[in-house]
């Protein structure tokens, strides 16, 4: 089994509507990461999270918003999806203490707004 | 922000040696990394290195930094077809466990 896990792998859906994207992970981590991924701009970070308590925006937060339910689970929500926010999702975990910060991606959500 | 450059696509024949080229900008990084993402995957570390480190080698893998022109290389000898995939490097802030990740090298190994 996977130890970081997205769901939904793909998703279509039209601007205006809202849209969750789901992270799990069983590695015990407790830092959380959203990312999005265009093509030629790289993997550019959303939202990150120290532990459940702690949110923390990244460099490109505005129109969307985070929910850490549990340390393993982070989602990532669009309240009103616009077609510029057509791109791949990543989440990631990495655990706190270690002197280098190897990050555990997920497959990736790719998401279309038309 | 720190900005993290790398050119977009690298196209090599089997068996030469691959080198992907990567400057970043924040002079307190402790550790820089190479991430590989293949094909409908998310990304994998690859390798990685400490700021106080000119070079480091892991079988086909050699990784050199120069400090002094923020410059951070990847070799890749005798590239396989296997090989083919985005690189990515990346910066860690020192001390903040944050990343910023480069805009990643398209590797094309040619057979």
Redesign the interface.
């Known amino acids: 089994d996977a130890d970081?896990t997205q769901t939904p792998r793909n998703r279509i859906t039209k601007t205006g509507k809202r849209i969750m994207l789901e992270c799990s992970q069983t590695k015990g981590h407790d830092?959380m990461y959203w990312?999005r991924q265009d093509p030629?701009?790289?993997?550019?970070?959303i939202y990150?999270s120290?532990d459940v308590k702690d949110i923390n925006k990244g460099?490109i937060s505005d129109g969307y918003s985070v929910s850490r339910q549990a340390q393993a689970k982070f989602s990532l929500s669009l309240e009103s999806a616009i077609p510029n926010q057509t791109a791949l999702y990543?989440c990631?975990t990495?655990a706190?203490g270690n002197s280098?910060?190897?990050?555990f991606?997920?497959?990736?959500t790719r998401l279309t707004v038309l | 922000?720190e900005d993290?450059e790398?050119s977009?696509f690298l196209s090599v024949r089997e068996g030469d040696s691959s080198v992907i080229n990567c400057t970043y900008t924040d002079s307190s990084s402790t550790?820089l990394?190479w991430y590989k993402q293949e094909p409908?995957?998310?990304?994998?570390?690859l390798t990685?290195i400490?700021s106080n480190m000119d070079m480091k080698q892991d079988q086909r893998l050699t990784v050199l930094l120069n400090k002094k022109d923020k410059h951070l290389s990847l070799r890749i000898a005798d590239t396989q077809t296997g090989d083919s995939a985005i690189y990515?490097c990346a910066e860690?802030e020192g001390g903040y466990?944050?990343?910023?990740?480069?805009?990643?090298t398209k590797l094309q190994v040619i057979p």
Not at chain 1, 40 to 45: N, Q
Not at chain 2, 40 to 45: E, I, K, N, V
């Open positions: 970081v830092r990312y030629g701009l790289g993997l550019r970070l990150y120290f460099e990543f990631a990495t706190s280098y910060n190897e990050q991606f997920g497959p990736g | 922000g993290v790398q977009l550790y990394y409908g995957a998310g990304l994998q570390l990685y400490f990515f860690e466990q944050k990343v910023t990740f480069g805009t990643g």
